[in-house]
């Protein structure tokens, strides 16, 4: 079956983004190209022109087709990535009761429609936050899936305050942001964890 393509925007306005057209297990499945720049289609959503971008293990399983039959792929060329940090450029009529343009935000994008390493995302006001003044955009974009899957996980484990915790592999993404979450925010009174040398 053949995929669409992107569909492009009203104005025709374009960008850069590394996407892929075919699966693949090294960098050589990648590219960059000029794709259409995505635009608000929906009163929640916002644009965001992307400043750093994280990628994660899954991104590794995507480009590779492992995910291939749980999320199928929407159109002939895909853009990698789920983690962004950038400055928010627009906004839907109800976006704009929480965010305005100019704030900075971190993201987990939703979805497969575009990826986090391009220019510009758009995503729903329910996948972002406003970035922390004292952290940068790079810091900002390794934070939403590894954190996420930290906070799922905790709370999954029913973690609440004066809890005792074990985190395995303390030193890795998702175990440095459990070991904050679960002493910080759920007050845990006692974490332990393990790390590799």
Avoid: W
């Avoid at 104005?11 to 590394?18: E, H, R, S």
């Avoid at 175990?175 to 393990?194: D, N, P, R």
């Amino acid at each position: 079956m053949v995929k669409p393509s992107i569909p492009a925007n009203a104005d025709g306005t374009t960008m850069k983004a590394v996407c892929f057209t075919s699966f693949g297990k090294t960098s050589d499945a990648l590219s960059v190209q000029t794709i259409p720049k995505p635009c608000i289609e929906l009163p929640t959503e916002v644009l965001i022109k992307v400043h750093a971008c994280a990628l994660n293990p899954i991104d590794k399983l995507r480009l590779a087709g492992d995910l291939a039959l749980l999320k199928p792929e929407q159109y002939d060329v895909s853009v990698l990535g789920y983690d962004i940090a950038g400055t928010v450029e627009k906004v839907g009529d109800d976006a704009s009761k929480s965010y305005s343009v100019g704030d900075e935000v971190y993201v987990r994008l939703d979805g497969m429609k575009y990826g986090a390493m391009a220019e510009y995302v758009v995503c729903a006001t329910t996948e972002m936050a406003k970035k922390p003044s004292n952290i940068s955009f790079s810091e900002a974009a390794s934070i939403p899936l590894a954190g996420l899957t930290a906070l799922q996980a905790l709370r999954r484990g029913n973690v609440k305050e004066g809890s005792k915790v074990f985190i395995p592999g303390g030193a890795g993404g998702v175990g440095s942001l459990a070991i904050q979450i679960a002493k910080k925010m759920l007050k845990a009174s006692h974490v332990c964890t393990t790390a590799s040398p």
